[in-house]
T-cell receptor
Framework: GDSVTQMEGPVTLSEEAFLTINCTYTATGYPSLFWYVQYPGEGLQLLLKATKADDKGSNKGFEATYRKETTSFHLEKGSVQVSDSAVYFCALSDGGSQGNLIFGKGTKLSVKP | GAVVSQHPSRVICKSGTSVKIECRSLDFQATTMFWYRQFPKKSLMLMATSNEGSKATYEQGVEKDKFLINHASLTLSTLTVTSAHPEDSSFYIC?????????????FGPGTRLTVT
């Protein structure tokens, strides 16, 4: 079945460092891809998404490009801030009528001042 | 964005008792609600999907008689863990969506930490 694999954390960076969190997927069809962020004590929030190949999702300085040839959707940010410390989840939608989400295991990011 | 609340945020119960967790969409009508379970250092696992007014659809391996889901209104879904055991201890997260199909965004609640002693 469909699945998502993302790099294991935790990831610890200094403020203003470059961030990459790798995510690859396996899917039989043409899924939509998502990045969700979970700040401490809060629910998951949609960070960005891409619905077809070569689409780039972006939000709050984060970007991810839907790469069909490498089945990847890596999350990047050029300069992280302490406030970006959170757990990041890569996910795909199976495209069925329910639009169910399949999540990766999550990557915890800690940004130090 | 839309807000989804969960109550309680934490609950401790004794083995053999039942626990009810509520999920509410505060500012929109949720035609579909989802219940997830999150294990430490593991992904969110979809337990069941419920559409308002109809029976929930459970994922393979999830006991429907143990995890009772009710979606009686467009703003409220409940998950009842019946005859809870220590292995049911986990973080339970709900999400809600205002329409059917993947074009509608899911909004997530903050989660409920269940500890069964």
């Amino acid at each position: 079945g469909d699945s998502v694999t993302q790099m294991e954390g935790p990831v610890t960076l200094s403020e203003e460092a470059f961030l990459t969190i790798n995510c690859t997927y396996t899917a039989t069809g043409y899924p939509s891809l998502f990045w969700y962020v979970q700040y401490p004590g809060e629910g998951l929030q949609l960070l960005l998404k891409a619905t077809k190949a070569d689409d780039k999702g972006s939000n709050k300085g984060f970007e991810a490009t839907y790469r069909k040839e490498t089945t990847s959707f890596h999350l990047e940010k050029g300069s992280v801030q302490v406030s970006d410390s959170a757990v990041y989840f890569c996910a795909l939608s199976d495209g069925g009528s329910q639009g169910n989400l399949i999540f990766g295991k999550g990557t915890k990011l800690s940004v130090k001042p | 964005g839309a807000v989804v609340s969960q109550h309680p945020s934490r609950v401790i119960c004794k083995s053999g008792t039942s626990v009810k967790i509520e999920c509410r969409s505060l500012d929109f009508q949720a035609t579909t609600m989802f219940w997830y379970r999150q294990f430490p250092k593991k992904s969110l696992m979809l337990m069941a999907t419920s559409n308002e007014g109809s029976k929930a659809t459970y994922e393979q391996g999830v006991e429907k008689d143990k995890f009772l889901i009710n979606h009686a209104s467009l703003t409220l879904s409940t998950l009842t863990v019946t005859s809870a055991h220590p292995e049911d201890s986990s973080f339970y997260i709900c999400s809600a969506r205002g329409g059917s199909g993947s074009s509608y965004e899911q909004y997530f609640g903050p989660g409920t930490r269940l500890t069964v002693t």
